[in-house]
């Protein structure tokens, strides 16, 4: 069963990653734990560097906030022996939660890039996405990625595939620098960077509350279920369970 939207309808695509155009398995059991593994290797490697003094700076400030709000993160020392341990334990209990934190996503993205160039990590794109986003350039719509990983990351992701380097494919990268994907700002802004009108805009992902914020903004929608996604709630958007299912009608 395919959608047909208009040519004339839309002028952008912008497409989430996890569950999207890859399988959420690749994240968490690949990606997350490489993460985890060479999380104490990359700190010590990196200590000193400006950098890293940065990121430290970062986390710490989402750490105070975690015990402003009674999270009971783990405790963190400014020690200089034992700086490094603090920052690291609080990374891997954000790991623990999955939790959105932007110190997190910028340092798993710096990890990732070190595999990515090494050949320990290749990414895994469902067979459809390239050929579609090929097909979509050339009806002259500009491709986006929108992703809750960092900008850095996603361009690690889509210039390491068993597909090739896809990175010339696209047109923007956009992480949650922009704004929470659960809120509709975020895509009128993406909107705004991307040069067009915000209802001329095709957002897809298989996240509902993703696709509901995307659609309150004012995005054309739909919701991507590949096969084997644990996350199987529905929203009102269409489905397609393959990019081949999007039919860009040209006449209409």
């Known amino acids: 069963m395919s959608v047909r939207i208009p040519r ?8 989430d990653i996890e569950g999207t155009i890859a399988a959420i398995a690749f994240v968490t059991q690949t990606l997350f734990p490489f993460a985890r593994r060479h999380l104490r290797e990359h700190l010590a490697a990196h200590r000193g560097s400006d950098s890293q003094r940065d990121l430290i700076h970062r ?34 209990w954000l790991m623990d939660r999955d939790r959105k934190s932007p110190a997190l996503k910028l340092l798993q993205g710096r990890i990732w890039e070190r595999g990515y160039r090494s050949g320990e990590l290749t990414s895994g794109l469902f067979g459809d996405v390239r050929p579609a986003i090929e097909r979509w350039r050339a009806d002259g719509l500009r491709v986006a990625i929108y992703s809750s990983g960092s900008e ?36 009128r802004r993406i909107a705004a960077a991307l040069g067009c009108a915000i209802d001329r805009v095709l957002f897809v992902s298989d996240a509902p509350t993703e696709i509901d914020a995307a659609a309150e903004a004012g995005c054309h929608v739909l919701q991507c279920r590949r096969p084997g996604d644990p996350r199987q709630s529905t929203t009102s958007a269409e489905v397609i369970r393959s990019f081949d299912e999007i039919v860009i009608d040209r006449s209409a």
């Not at 993160?73 to 400014?78: M, R």
């Not at 850095?152 to 047109?171: C, E, K, S, Y």
């Open 152 to 187: 850095q990351a996603q361009r690690l992701f889509v210039a390491h595939t068993r597909d090739g380097d896809l990175t010339p494919l696209f047109a923007g990268f956009f992480d949650t620098s922009v704004g929470a994907k659960t809120e509709p700002a975020s895509y």
């Open 8 to 15: 004339g309808a839309i002028d952008s695509i912008v497409l």
């Open 59 to 92: 986390l710490r400030a989402e750490w105070r906030q975690d015990v402003e709000r009674g999270n009971d993160p783990p405790t963190w020392t400014d020690e200089a022996d034992r700086g490094l341990e603090s920052a690291a334990a609080y990374v891997e």
